[in-house]
C-alpha cells in the first residue's frame, strides 16, 4: 500500500451514453486521466435546480487522475459537456496499490 497523496478520483455525471463516452476517451486521449470508468447502469440522480427538485437518470464517470492535471481536465470537462453546471468533485485518494499509483502518475503525466 502506498500513499496516494497526489491522486485523484473526479466524479462527473452525463445526462446520456453517447456524452459519457466521448468525455472519457478525450480525456484520457489528451492524458487528462490515466482511466475512466463509465458507469453503464444510469444512477437516478436527485436535485434541486433553479428551485425546484429535479430527477435524473445519468451515468456516472469515475476518473482517475493526478492533482496536477484537475485544472485542465476541469476546463476540458466542462467544454466537453452538455450541462450548464457539470458535476465536477475531485477526491483524494489516501492510499492504494503502489503499482497502480505508480502507473497512474505516469499515465497521466504532463508532458
Known amino acids: 500500500m502506498k500513499a496516494g497523496g497526489k491522486s485523484r ?3 462527473v455525471t452525463c445526462g446520456n451514453m453517447k456524452e459519457a463516452r466521448r468525455i472519457a476517451r478525450q480525456v484520457v ?8 470508468n463509465v458507469m453503464k447502469s444510469p444512477v437516478e440522480s436527485y436535485y434541486t ?4 427538485l429535479e430527477t435524473a ?3 456516472l464517470l469515475l476518473i482517475k487522475t493526478t492533482a496536477q492535471r484537475i485544472p485542465e481536465l476541469e ?3 466542462r467544454r466537453l459537456h452538455s450541462y450548464e453546471v457539470p458535476e465536477f468533485i475531485s477526491l483524494r485518494l489516501d492510499s492504494g496499490s503502489a503499482a497502480y499509483l505508480t502507473w497512474l502518475a505516469d499515465a497521466a503525466n504532463v508532458d
Open 9 to 11: 478520483v473526479v466524479l
Open 75 to 77: 476546463r476540458e470537462v
Open 49 to 52: 435546480w433553479n428551485d425546484k
Open 29 to 36: 486521449a489528451r492524458r487528462l486521466a490515466a482511466c475512466v
Open 57 to 59: 437518470r445519468e451515468h
